[in-house]
């Protein structure tokens, strides 16, 4: 079975740029998050989806996060503008249902300058 | 919000050593998850626990819920190389099914 894909591994850019973040689930999974990780800690959560809706961005910074999932499959994450406490490792996950275990990709590193 | 604390930050020890972390939390969790993160890569889910007083082995690995449904531990048997990683407690609890991580434990192992 492969696992979640997450593209690209790295990205580079300085601050007040966009950027955004795609997300493959594993084939099935109903519900799929992103989350970020700063250096030091554990994963955060950002906002999480089942199926094309959202169930949860409570910890989600509107004002320059967006994420969206149209058709309930790939998801991305777009940061507008970004800021230099952005830089983190991007994390996607999902599971077959929200109650069930979490898989993750190996996530996005990004870097602000 | 959930908050859990995870001990120790950081363990140093050598191969062939028994390890035992653990986590705390200051609201009653349903379950308790337990991950391993390899540099550059994503967590990687080791055990499951969904019952209070569950005691689960997988490999040289045991967990425990615990009986409060606010503790849980992860003990290493017989450390490797490999075993090398930061390691994390994950709960889930109350209405939502949101995942609140620990801040992990470093765990480092002396050939």
């Known amino acids: 079975e492969a696992g979640v894909a997450q593209s690209p591994r790295y990205k580079i850019i300085e601050k007040r740029q966009s950027v955004a973040f795609w997300c493959n689930p594993i084939s099935g999974h109903a519900t799929l998050y992103w989350y970020q990780q700063i250096l030091g800690q554990g994963p955060k959560l950002l906002i999480q989806?089942?199926?094309?809706?959202?169930?949860?961005d409570s910890q989600l910074p509107k004002d320059r996060f967006s994420a969206e999932r149209l058709k309930g499959v790939d998801s991305t994450l777009k940061i507008q503008p970004a800021k230099l406490e952005d830089s983190a490792v991007y994390l996607c996950?999902?599971?077959?249902?929200?109650?069930?275990?979490?898989?993750f990709g190996d996530g996005t590193r990004l870097s602000i300058l | 919000g959930q908050q859990l604390n995870q001990s120790p930050q950081s363990m140093f020890i050598q191969e062939g050593e028994d390890v035992s972390m653990n986590c705390t939390s200051s609201s009653i969790f349903n379950t308790w998850l337990w991950y391993k993160q390899d540099p550059g890569e994503g967590p990687v889910l080791l055990i499951a626990l969904y019952k209070a007083g569950e005691l689960t082995s997988n490999g040289r690995l045991t967990a425990q819920f615990g009986i409060t449904r606010k503790d849980s531990f992860l003990n290493i048997s017989a450390s490797i190389p490999s075993d090398v990683g930061i390691y994390f407690c994950?709960?889930?609890?109350?209405?939502?099914?949101?995942?609140?991580f620990g801040k992990g434990t470093l765990l480092t192992v002396n050939p």
């Open positions: 989806f089942q199926n094309n809706g959202v169930v949860d």
């Open positions: 996950a999902s599971s077959l249902q929200d109650d069930q275990p979490q898989h």
């Open positions: 994950a709960g889930r609890g109350g209405s939502n099914y949101k995942l609140t």
